[in-house]
């Protein structure tokens, strides 16, 4: 009830802004009902994401041969799925990760086929290319299922690996 009655004091003193309501959890949602306030839009749901690794690896879905492939990748820089924070975006559409820069927690963020810039993320990336923004290292790659079979990929990756790590 306490909640509720903030969320909606909250709605009217900030309509049209996004609304976080920020808990120590890993993935905090914020329900917030579709009402119009003073004729204006709807104010959707936020989710907001707190890392809880050094290292985020971004994907648009997962299978069990692409989770076979990553903890090999993982595996050769001295990690294991357990030691990085995976989001497979078909799981987690609505999650907002432009947070990651002031949380001053994560160090690297390794993408496989995921363009961030459809993430709201201002970071434009070139493929196996290190680019570092405000403490964090990024990498882009090719999807984990079009760098499986492909040689040339791997190694691409694996040299921006070596530098990254």
Known sequence: ????????ALQQLFVGESIYLLKDEFVAELPVQNTEIHNQTTIPTVRYYQPTQKVIILVNSLNSVDIELLGKILGAVKLDLSSVDIIEL????DID??????????????????NLSELS??????????LEKEGIKFIY????SDIQNDIPKKKALWGSLKGMF
């Open 121 to 130: 993320l201002n970071v434009s990336l070139n493929p196996y290319k290190i």
């Open 90 to 93: 078909v799981k987690s559409q």
């Open 97 to 114: 990760l432009s947070q990651i820069f002031v949380q001053n927690s994560v160090k690297q963020v390794i993408t496989f086929g995921v």
């Open 1 to 8: 009830m306490y909640i509720e009655k903030n969320t909606i």
């Open 141 to 144: 790659s090719d999807s984990l």
